[in-house]
């Protein structure tokens, strides 16, 4: 069975970063795709970063430029480092592995991020 925790969520001011984590166990890490997803009160889970086939990495437009998303295999972890935080991307933040063998979705139980003077 696969888990993911989270780590790292928070409340920042506009304008600041903050480093999300997310370890995974139960699954080969280094085949499986890591991704963070995000939902806001009152909208749908929508895509903030993932990586495809281990490699090519697909970011939100939202989000280009300020997040980068990176992993570390040695640790079964993958991070989401966020920059130039805005108000708008306040919402819990979703850790998602995709196993590319079976491309079954597990999610972790997410982590609250607040952008708020």
């Known amino acids: 069975q696969v888990q993911l925790v989270e780590s790292g969520g928070g409340l920042v001011q506009p304008g600041g970063s903050l480093r999300l984590s997310c370890a995974a166990s139960?699954?080969?890490?280094?085949?499986?795709?890591m991704g963070w997803y995000r939902q806001a009160p009152g909208k749908q889970r929508e895509l903030v970063a993932k990586?495809?086939?281990?490699?090519?990495?697909n970011y939100a437009d939202s989000v280009k430029g300020r997040f980068t998303i990176s992993r570390d295999n040695a640790k079964n972890t993958v991070y989401l480092q966020m920059n130039n935080l805005k108000p708008e991307d306040t919402a819990v933040y979703y850790c998602?592995?995709?196993?590319?063998?079976?491309?079954?979705?597990?999610w972790g139980r997410g982590t609250q991020v607040t952008v708020s003077s």
């Open positions: 139960g699954t080969i890490f280094s085949l499986t795709d």
């Open positions: 990586y495809i086939t281990g490699v090519y990495v």
């Open positions: 998602n592995a995709q196993p590319r063998a079976s491309r079954v979705n597990y």
